[in-house]
């Protein structure tokens, strides 16, 4: 067991350019007061094994209004809400996170637009009898499909819930970098229990000031175990006048198609108001973007410049490992580990015509857990190279830096300034 747990504590140090925190004492905490004042919230928390991961769809209405999925429980005290998912105006899924009994599902839509879930803003009533059930000897599967529900947007009820709910992305998330949202608290949140992290954050995007038509949006992605914090010294010295910063948040831990899927939804799909678009990613960042650019409908977008840094494009032998030996599963490990589905397919398609790709990589091997000389600390220079990434950037630029310290880099940035100028300029 004590190699295991070495084998977990390696597998993060190795993946991660961050600093991770897990929270022992809560944990203690929760099994210690889940039985004086039990809660269904609590049991989630001290027996995550025990719950299911419970999917459906949200169909019908008006598809541009977000909306809330809330599964309720009477099962300690009336009305408690169990588990909630927002539903994005460009989604139709929802998945909700739950022990075993039985639940009504509401859901909830913006109807006024004000950002803000109203007790009479209800769209889906439950039917009597139409509960929904888990029985873990029925639903030995970690996944269980849920119930697909039709809303009435036309007809709302009301309905008092304990809680007030603000949905994340009802507006444009406006922040600093200093902001607690990406405390390393919630950062390892996202490692270790990625729907949590979820229910946590208030959006996806986060922008450094109000959003403006005029200038081109820069999407900037993290790598694993960090937060939008990791880019605060890279874009110190960008061009405010003419490029506007925005940060892709989302949880490290979890499955990284279906964050690529999310990234997709947001930025390819029309809703980021803008026509020409630049993402910058760092580390597994890099693996997101390439995936979700595998789902790019090319009318929303006429061009896009994707620079990605110091990316392990061919994978993991750690996260191979960590899949095999370590005590504690985390999804992203699987798409991580050399040779993976997820990693297969990344260049198996080309990129969208109206892409243009720069691949950056970082060579100089730091001290600690690392892959020796041929490796940037962290990342091998071979997974950072493999011959399709190559064979589909148009440059690929090599740094004397290591994995963190790629984005510190003044050399990298004066690179970096010169492809996003060219970009801008071609694009005016």
């Not at 994707?306 to 095999?324: D, E, H, N, Q």
């Not at 992203?332 to 720069?358: C, M, Q, V, Y």
Request: proline letters at 5%; aromatic letters at 12%.
């Amino acid at each position: 067991m004590f190699v295991r747990i070495f084998v977990s504590i390696t597998i993060i140090s190795m993946l991660s350019g961050c600093s991770v925190v897990w929270k022992t004492k809560d944990t203690i905490a929760v099994k210690t007061t889940g039985w004086i004042n039990p809660s269904v919230q609590d049991l989630s928390k001290i027996a995550p094994d025990k719950c299911r991961v419970v999917s459906g769809k949200v169909d019908g209405g008006n598809e541009k209004l977000y909306r809330l999925v809330i599964a309720v429980s009477d099962r300690y005290k009336k009305g408690e809400i169990a588990d909630c998912q927002l539903v994005y105006p460009t989604s139709s899924k929802y998945a909700v996170f739950l022990p075993e009994g039985s639940y009504h599902i509401y859901v909830f839509a913006d109807i006024d637009h004000d950002g803000k879930f109203s007790s009479t803003e209800m769209v889906v009533v439950p039917e009597k009898g139409h509960e929904l059930n888990i029985d873990l000897k029925e639903c030995p599967d970690k996944s269980v499909r849920g119930i697909n529900l039709k809303i009435d947007t036309e007809h709302p009820h009301k309905y008092e819930f304990p809680e007030k709910f603000i949905p994340p992305e009802a507006s444009r998330q406006v922040v600093s970098l200093d902001d607690p949202v990406f405390s390393s608290m919630t950062v390892s949140l996202g490692l270790a229990k990625p729907l949590s992290f979820y229910r946590r954050i208030p959006s996806y995007v986060y922008w450094l000031e109000p959003f403006d038509k005029d200038k081109i949006p820069v999407v900037f992605v993290h790598g694993y175990g960090c937060s939008p914090r990791k880019w605060k010294e890279f874009i110190k010295d960008l061009d405010r006048t003419r490029y506007q910063p925005c940060f892709f948040y989302y949880a490290t831990g979890a499955d990284l198609d279906y964050t690529a899927g999310i990234f997709a939804k947001l930025f390819f799909s029309g809703d980021i108001g803008t026509k020409n678009l630049i993402i910058t990613a760092h580390s597994m960042g890099g693996l997101v973007v390439r995936s979700a650019l595998n789902r790019v409908h090319s009318k929303y977008l006429d061009y896009i410049l994707f620079i990605s840094l110091a990316s392990p494009y061919g994978g993991s032998k750690g996260a191979r490992l960590g899949v095999k030996q370590s005590p504690v599963l985390i999804d992203s490990w699987r798409d991580l580990a050399a040779g993976s589905k997820f990693l297969n397919s990344l260049f198996a398609e080309p990129l969208p015509g109206n892409t243009t790709f720069h691949l950056m990589f970082s060579y100089r091997s730091g001290p600690g857990i690392g892959f020796g000389a041929n490796s940037d600390g962290a990342v091998t220079i071979a997974s950072q190279l493999p011959i399709a990434a190559q064979c589909q950037a148009e440059h690929v630029f090599g740094f004397d830096a290591n994995h963190g310290g790629i984005l510190t880099s003044k050399e990298v940035f004066e690179v970096y300034e010169k492809l996003i100028d060219e970009f801008a300029d071609k694009t005016d």
